[in-house]
């Protein structure tokens, strides 16, 4: 069972909704991750969170908003997405090595992801 | 900027016959390196990472890689293939200079023949 929880496992929505994603950890970790990811594609980053601050945007559209309400908890908010915006969306944390939130260096622990498909 | 290649999308081998999946790393630091597997409709999990020290890495399920600077390398292998090895496997590097930055290769699928 992984340790990294997502919900929901699958999203369908227009684009005119708002809806979100959710990951849950318990390990502890201090850094968190969201990934995009295309059929036949490796994971793409689009955020890192490093004790609750946002510490690496990808030049993500501001129609994905991230949040981080406390050290266990992921958000990640769809408003007014696109059908190419359809993927796997897949949570990570992983320890960090330092307070100033550099090199992971480590093992990055992934949910299962939240499939999206945007109509 | 640090990237890696994966050579090959998509590697077949027989059952029980060695797998080699190969990855090359750019970096102009000393890298860290890692190789994830994804089974279908599940994310990611790490099957082993070099960071410092022996550069020979053993991982689960009986896979090893080797750091080879001199070929700027970390190919995959284990010696005998089963079934159940059959998933997408990514090469990865972490950006030590910025936090917590671990990019991906573009992956290779490896199907296991009966």
């Known amino acids: 069972d992984t340790e990294v929880t997502q919900t929901p496992k699958h999203l369908v929505m227009g684009m005119t909704n708002k809806k979100s994603l959710k990951c849950e950890q318990h390990?502890?970790?201090?850094?968190m991750y969201w990934y995009k990811q295309k059929a036949k594609k490796p994971p793409e980053l689009m955020f890192v969170?490093?004790?609750?601050?946002?510490?690496i945007n990808e030049s993500v559209p501001s129609r994905f908003s991230p949040e981080c309400p406390n050290s266990s908890l992921l958000n990640l908010h769809l408003h007014a997405l696109q059908p190419e915006d359809s993927a796997l969306y897949l949570c990570?944390?992983?320890?960090?090595?330092?307070?100033?939130?550099?090199?992971?260096?480590?093992?990055?622990?992934f949910g299962e992801g939240s499939r999206l498909t945007v109509l | 900027a640090q990237s890696v290649t994966q050579l090959g999308s998509h590697v077949s081998v027989s059952e029980g016959a060695l797998v080699l999946l190969r990855c090359n790393y750019s970096s102009s630091v000393p890298p860290y390196l890692f190789w994830y597997v994804q089974y279908p409709n599940q994310g990611l999990q790490l099957l082993l990472k070099?960071?410092?020290?022996?550069?020979l890495v053993k991982g689960i399920n009986g896979f090893e890689a080797e750091f080879k600077k001199s070929e700027t390398s970390f190919h995959l292998t284990k010696p005998s293939a089963h079934m159940s090895d059959a998933a997408e496997y990514f090469c990865a590097v972490s950006v030590e200079s910025s936090a917590s930055k671990i990019i991906f290769g573009s992956g290779t699928r490896l199907s296991i023949r009966p």
């Open positions: 390990m502890g970790h201090r850094a």
């Open positions: 070099y960071t410092t020290g022996a550069t």
């Open positions: 990570a944390s992983s320890q960090v090595e330092n307070l100033e939130g550099q090199g992971a260096g480590g093992e990055l622990f």
């Open positions: 969170y490093s004790y609750e601050k946002l510490s």
